[in-house]
């Protein structure tokens, strides 16, 4: 059960983690974007059924292999029996969990069959440790991570404004200077809040050249091409509702 059925296999450290990327993509999506329609497809009635990320960015719902033992490591079995004895929420973030831990055995299911050594590990890992976990980003909690660097960012802000007020008193003939170097500070602390924002459908960073919209309720940001809304049409919506808090409903 891979790649959609063709054989690949990384063999260098970057092919290994650009694989890793688009497996985690895939996940991503259908535990976001695409949850309407995972929600529907693990139906507990199911045998043990697995949800698989590709390194095309897609996803899928399907039985265990069948070889034993099997081509890849695989994901945890099982994930839609207990879909409605769970919140969604929590029920969501388990297989995202799970989801997370089977990514890295693949990745380094990969490491280990090409002979990676200390230092080829070492650097993968830390390429992988730089993105948030699909558990961080289904919970949000990526986000909450970004508010407090951001928090912690503008208290130090701050102080060294409230310094530089002090030694303009001192010196009038150099607050402006001060005040416009301040204001600069600022801007770039505000552009830096904005690099570490992550997408909640794909888990990208922010890029200022791309169009973003943030949800109305549960206040996560996305790449307009991931939730296929465009500036034009943003225009229009009063508010906005992501498609995961669009599928909410009560369920039985």
Known sequence: MDGGGVNYNPRTVEQVFRDFKG??????????????????????????????????????????????????PEPALGINFARDGMQD??????????????????????GARFGFDNADRKRLFSMINDLPTIFE??????????????????HSSNKSKSGSKGRGSESGKYSKETKDEEEEVLDEEDDEEHEETL??????????DEFWICCDICEKWFHGKCVKITPARAEHIKQYKCPSCSNKRARP
């Not at 997408?199 to 922010?206: F, L, S, V």
Request: hydrophobic share 40%; charged share 25%; glycine share 4%.
């Open 23 to 72: 497996r985690r993509a895939g996940m991503i999506k259908a535990l976001t974007t695409d949850v309407e329609e995972f929600f529907q497809q693990c139906d507990p009635e199911k045998d043990n059924l697995c949800l698989y990320g590709f390194p095309n960015e897609q996803w899928e719902v399907n039985l265990p292999a069948e070889e034993v033992p099997p081509e890849l």
């Open 199 to 208: 997408c909640g459908a794909c888990g990208e960073h922010y890029a200022s």
């Open 137 to 154: 980003i289904v919970t949000g909690s990526a986000k909450k991570q970004t508010k407090e660097k951001s928090s912690i960012s503008n």
């Open 89 to 110: 929420k929590d029920w969501l973030s388990l297989v995202a969990v799970h989801s997370d831990a089977w990514l890295l055995a693949v990745a380094f299911y990969f």
